[in-house]
């Protein structure tokens, strides 16, 4: 069985053909899977029973089974998905009054081992492939009755690792499904080589780079990939991205008690961030099972207007689905952890 969400347009108007049906029919299909939101045969009302017929004993439609949800009292719900393959991976749909944030996965678990990380802890598996990555997207439409408008791509797994299916989901995203590329953004732990070869594609997405620390001794031991890729590196290529894309590039910083949430630190990543256009995002910290803690609100506001005096406009991320352990990884841990 061939799976049809994660075509694009010209390859489901090859499925057509390879059906005996006229090319169009493939643009029809790509309608009512990328727009209209189908999600099985029957859903596609204007395509001739017999083409539909012969499609079911070939194809199916979607990419991911649903297995789970959790909602929060904020309406954030994080959804597990399960591979035809078994393995299962989140999406969290995140609601707001005038949009809704999508927080998708890019790869089963994760190779990159951040140490405050649920998802690092369960290792890495494999790849998402580009329909699997657009489906979590389709998926949550289809079962909350929204639009998505906004896509992040900081679930489970390191999307620069993930290339190519990331980048034809994210074509299949802007072009098919609609959503705008200002809208779409990419959060890497600093793949440098995998920044250049993003800023050479000169798209307007977002790039939002895990910084996490400041220094390469702490963030040797937070983002382990930082033995491969300093912040030197790293400073260049976002140097790169912004010179190449115009584009502003968010800087992720989480916040551990005691770790990395110190003036002295605040006053490292100023003087790294010197010369880049970046805004700052800083991240409470949700405990997963790790040896961390939180730092204080008041002590997230305070690093906040330490970075903004020094002319770095600074947001804290508010705190969305504490009650459903929204933060990636934590579902899928805690499901495995119950035997379910
Ligand atoms: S924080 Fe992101 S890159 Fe790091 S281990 Fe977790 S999923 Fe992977």
Redesign the pocket.
Known sequence: MRTLVGMTKLELEAVAVELGEPTYRGGQLAKWLYEKGARSFDDMSDLPKAFRAKLVEGFKVSALEYVTHREAPDGTTKFLYRAPDGREIESVWIPYPDRVTACISSQVG?A???TF?A??QLGFERNLTSGEIVDQVLAMQAQLGRRISNIVYMG???PLLNYDNVMASVRLLNKSVGIAMRQITIST?GIVPKIKQLAAEKLQLTLAL?VHAPNDALRDQL?PVNTKFTLAELYDAVKEYEQITNRRVTLEYIMLKGVNDQPLHAAQLIKWSRGLHVHVNLIPFHPTGSDFDATSNAEIRKFARQMEDAGFPTAVRAERGLEIEAA??QLKRQLATQGS
């Open positions: 994760c990159m081992k951040c990380c998802t690092g489970m797994g390191e732990v895990s983002v990636c990884g």
